[in-house]
Every structure is written in structure tokens, then in C-alpha cells.
């Protein structure tokens, strides 16, 4: 027996023999002895075993297998504490398991028995009528005892008992005393002789006694098959192992027989079991259905995502035109308010050019009024000097004769009868109209010019760039991979080329995301440096150009 640490053995059959009994405590790991204590005896004064009270035991004890109860240890009825100091029986107060035979001997029979007491005690048919434990094997948990019962206590025996079958016996221990504490009666011949006991339940078994296990709310006996049916050749068949053995458990609770109740479940779960095969079966046609129906359901599915993908195709065609539109709108949008203004400086210069003929008309009415004075002053008043030519001017003429113009212009206008007005507004109308169609055919013809130029120029950096490409090319390359904010290639805009493309890098424009993001403002600094240009840029389509480029780029 091992306990604390410590392996606990006997040497030596009896305290009476061979020097008696050797008890040993070693350490388990290096067999160390930690305690050894020796008994022998005891012997009276005549040299014979002490005999105990009424002359039923004797005071010394049998070799065999140590057990443990509490604070000491135990060899049969002799008690040991941990260190092997041997205790005398009379000072023993606390019952504990005791084997009369020994833990080893597995032969039961009448004079045999394990027992809860402080002592053995043999006498005269003493268990024929106790209740406390006396069985061939027992259990104990705590006032509560398990034991299987073949033959009963006692000092003789009239037949073979156990032919008539063995029984699973339970009982408990009762309080007796105000303090509830166990009490030997010396006088009682039952077994045990300590304490007090009423028996809980009993039923048969078909088996003997040679294992019992307590685990939780189950008891577990095993040993041969034992009937009282069976006739002496088959008993002695059993005993001798012959007919096998029998696991046999049973409730704590009351001794009802396990196995019964398993097989009883067993029925049960079998039934459960062909009713869950019919349910498994009906399922089985159900999930057959249910297959058929996700499979239609999958083509359905397919079908209906080659329709969606034709839909979501023809959206995202849609969309693409939305978005182009939208950037056409808003790239007119943009040139909108600087045409506005235009619109307004001009009729501005309308509204002046109206005054100014108003002024005209007013300046008109009054020579008319002057012309009528003098034609009336005296001709002699007029005095002429003399000029010479070379110091007039180219457009100057000297003469007499009234000027071609004015004698024309002006004399034709004031020579009109009602029709003056509408005369003369047409006049200075036209003159005007002049006016402006020479500026806008001078502007046209400096855009054409500086177009003419910057054509030259594309021309010439072209050359340039042919005659420099395999030189500039690794230049190009690791200042774009250099660069957190690589150039585009501004030349890939229509209207664009090296030189423009050059001069806009000389402004800061070197991305396609500048030139779509282009406000009026930068259009006119970008004007200001390509003269003649600013038509171009929205007559090409510089902006609606570089968004598409930008999303180009983006989505690669």
C-alpha cells in the first residue's frame, strides 16, 4: 500500500512463527527503508499466545496486505500508525474494514468474512441474525456499506449454503449515543460487535462474490455463475471457472439490477431507432425532390445571371455615355461664363457705339445748323494763305476744291430731305461695322499667324526630337520612375505637339489631370504664351481630351 509518499508492505506469515512479522515503509522511487518495525508474540508467562476476552481471539495476528482508515494504518485488526508503531487493540475506538482471512485468500466460506469493527470476533452462528456487515466482499462509503453475502458467519454449518445463491446486501450504520459515536458491546455475539445497524435493501444475484465496485450511483459485482438450480458437478464446474464469469451491475440506490434497465433502454433505442430509419427514409425522398428543385432553380440562376450580365453590360455602355455627356456638359459649362462675359463687353460696346452715334447725330445737327451761317458770311471775310505742299503731310493735299469726302459723305447726307436720320445712322453704322470686321479679321490673322509660327516650331522640335530620341529616352524613363508625379504624354492630345508640349511644361502642365481640370483663368495664362490659341484649345478639345486620357491611365 502506498500512502503520503510512502510504500507500505509485510514479511512473515504470523506473529507466532518464524520471529514473528516483519513490517517495512520505503521510499517508492529509490527503495530507501523510511520505517521497518517488528512484532512478535504476544506470549503469556507460560510461553503460550495471550488469549483475548471469553476466550474467542488471540491478541496476535496474521501476515497480509496493509489497508488504511483515517490516521492509521491496518493489518487485519492490529492497527499501525504512519512511522509502523504497532497500537494496542484495547486502545482502538474507530471501526475499519477488516478481512478475517486476509485480503489475498479467495476462497469464502463460513468461518471467513470482511467486516466493519474494532476486533475479530468468532462465535457460535454470530451472523445469523445480525444485520452489520459480514459478507464475502464489501464496500464502504462512509455509514453506508455494499457487500455480496454467500455464506453466514459462524463456527459451524449444517449444508453448503451457497448453493441456494448468493445475495447483493446493503446496509447502514445507525447513531447510537447522544454524541453519535461508535460503541462496542463486548457482550454481543453478532458480527461486527460495534455499533448499530439496519439493513437498506437485498436482492439475489446469479453470481459469487470475488470483485465489488462502488462508481457514483452504481454498483459493479463480478464473479462465476451461481444458481440454486444448479446441480453439485456444475457448482463445482463454476467454482473451479469453468462456466466463465458474470458482470452483474445494479443501482445503490435500491439493487435493481442495471443490466435490466440497459436492456429495457436498449429495446427502447432500438425502436427509436427503426422510427428514426423510417423518418431518415421519408427525408431521403424529400431531399431527393429538393435536389431536383435546387438544380432547376441553379439553371434558372445561370439564366438569369447571362440576362443580368447582358443588362449590366448595356447599363455600363449607358453609363459611359453618361459620363461622357456629363464631361461635354460640363466642359461647356466651364466655357459658358468667359463667352458670357464676351457677350457683355460687346454689348457694352454696342450700347457706347450708341451714344457715340447719339453724340454723332447731335454733332450732325449742329454743322447743319453752322453750314446755314457760312454760306451767309461775306466771301471776302475768308482769308487764305499761302502753303507749300512739301511740308504737308503724305494724306494732305493743299487746294482749294472742297475735300472729295466731304463733299460726297457729307453733302449727300445733309442734302436728304426726311430721310436724314436714317440716313446718316446707316452711314455710321457701316463705318463702324468696317471697323470692327478689320479688327476681327486682324485678330484672325494673328491667330493664323502665331498658328503658323507655333506649326514651324513643331516642326523644328520634331526634328530635334528625332535627332535626340535615343539620347533622351533613358533620361525620360528615370525621371519619370524617379518622380512621385510622372509627365504624360501631352502629344497624345490632338492639337498638341513638341513644342506646345514644351511650353505648357515651362507653365507647370505636364499631367493629363491639369489640362481637364483647366479653369478660364489658366486658359487665358496659357493663351497669353500661345498667342492665337485660345480658339484651338476649344475648338480641339483640349479638356474633353485629357479627362479621357485620365481615365484611360487610371483604369490601367
Known amino acids: 500500500m502506498i500512502r503520503d509518499r510512502v510504500a507500505y508492505f509485510a514479511a512473515g506469515r504470523s506473529s507466532f512463527l518464524d520471529g514473528g512479522i516483519v513490517v517495512y515503509g520505503l521510499n517508492p522511487s529509490t527503495g530507501q527503508v523510511i520505517h521497518r518495525s517488528q512484532m512478535s508474540g504476544p506470549y503469556a508467562e507460560n510461553g503460550f499466545p495471550v488469549v483475548g476476552a471469553r476466550n474467542t481471539r488471540i491478541e496476535g495476528f496474521k501476515g497480509g496486505i496493509f489497508s488504511s482508515e483515517g490516521d492509521l494504518l491496518y493489518i487485519r485488526h492490529q492497527a499501525f500508525r504512519p512511522d509502523l508503531t504497532p497500537v494496542p487493540l484495547a486502545a482502538l475506538k474507530q471501526p475499519h474494514l477488516i478481512a478475517s482471512s486476509g485480503f489475498l485468500d479467495d476462497i469464502p466460506q463460513h468461518r471467513t468474512y470482511w467486516t466493519i469493527d474494532t476486533d475479530l470476533c468468532y462465535g457460535p452462528n454470530t451472523g445469523t441474525t445480525g444485520a452489520g456487515p459480514q459478507g464475502d466482499i464489501l464496500v464502504i462509503d462512509g455509514d453506508v456499506y455494499y457487500e455480496i453475502r454467500g455464506y453466514l458467519p459462524g463456527r459451524h454449518s449444517t449444508k453448503l449454503i451457497p448453493q441456494q445463491g448468493y445475495t447483493l446486501y446493503s446496509g447502514g450504520r445507525t447513531v447510537s449515543g447522544t454524541d453519535g459515536a461508535w460503541q462496542a458491546n ?16 437485498s436482492t439475489q444475484i446469479p453470481l459469487t462474490g470475488n470483485a465489488l465496485v462502488l462508481a457514483g450511483d452504481t454498483i459493479l459485482a463480478a464473479g462465476v455463475p451461481l444458481q440454486s438450480t444448479l446441480t453439485l458437478p456444475q457448482l463445482s464446474a463454476s467454482y473451479a471457472g469453468q462456466r466463465g464469469g458474470v458482470l452483474w451491475t445494479a443501482s445503490a440506490k435500491d439493487g435493481t439490477n442495471r443490466a435490466r434497465e440497459l436492456s429495457d433502454a436498449l429495446k427502447e ?209 528615370f525621371a519619370d520612375y524617379g518622380s512621385g508625379n510622372a509627365h504624360d504624354d501631352l502629344k497624345l492630345i490632338k492639337g498638341i505637339g513638341p513644342a506646345i508640349e514644351k511650353t505648357l511644361n515651362e507653365l507647370g502642365i505636364c499631367r493629363f489631370d491639369q489640362i481637364a481640370e483647366m479653369s478660364e483663368y489658366d486658359i487665358d495664362r496659357v493663351a497669353q504664351r500661345l498667342k492665337g490659341f485660345r480658339t484651338r484649345i476649344y475648338r480641339e478639345d483640349w479638356i474633353g481630351q485629357a479627362r479621357d486620357l485620365q481615365l484611360q491611365k487610371t483604369a490601367n
Open 269 to 477: 433505442a432500438f425502436e427509436r431507432r427503426d422510427e428514426l430509419q423510417r423518418e431518415l427514409k421519408d427525408i431521403r425522398s424529400n431531399l431527393e425532390v429538393v435536389v431536383q428543385q435546387r438544380e432547376k432553380l441553379q439553371s434558372d440562376m445561370e439564366n438569369r445571371e447571362a440576362l443580368n450580365d447582358n443588362e449590366q453590360s448595356a447599363l455600363r455602355e449607358k453609363d459611359d455615355k453618361i459620363s461622357h455627356l456629363s464631361r461635354e456638359l460640363e466642359n461647356w459649362q466651364n466655357r459658358l461664363p468667359p463667352l458670357l462675359e464676351r457677350f457683355r463687353e460687346r454689348d457694352r460696346e454696342a450700347a457706347q457705339l450708341e451714344d457715340e452715334l447719339q453724340v454723332a447725330k447731335e454733332r450732325i445737327a449742329a454743322l447743319e445748323a453752322g453750314l446755314d451761317d457760312v454760306v451767309e458770311e461775306d466771301v471776302d471775310e475768308t482769308r487764305v494763305e499761302a502753303v507749300d505742299s512739301e511740308t504737308l503731310g503724305d494724306e494732305l493735299d493743299a487746294s482749294n476744291d472742297p475735300s472729295s469726302m466731304t463733299q460726297t459723305g457729307i453733302k449727300d447726307v445733309l442734302a436728304g430731305d426726311e430721310d436724314d436720320d436714317t440716313a446718316l445712322a446707316e452711314f455710321l453704322e457701316a463705318d463702324i461695322d468696317v471697323d470692327v470686321k478689320e479688327t476681327d479679321a486682324a485678330e484672325e490673322a494673328e491667330e493664323a499667324a502665331a498658328a503658323e509660327e507655333a506649326a514651324a516650331a513643331e516642326e523644328a522640335a520634331a526634328a530635334e526630337e528625332a535627332e535626340d530620341k535615343d539620347e533622351s529616352a533613358e533620361v525620360a524613363s
Open 186 to 201: 463486548p457482550k454481543l455475539r453478532t458480527v461486527p460487535r460495534s455499533g448499530s445497524w439496519k439493513q437498506r435493501w
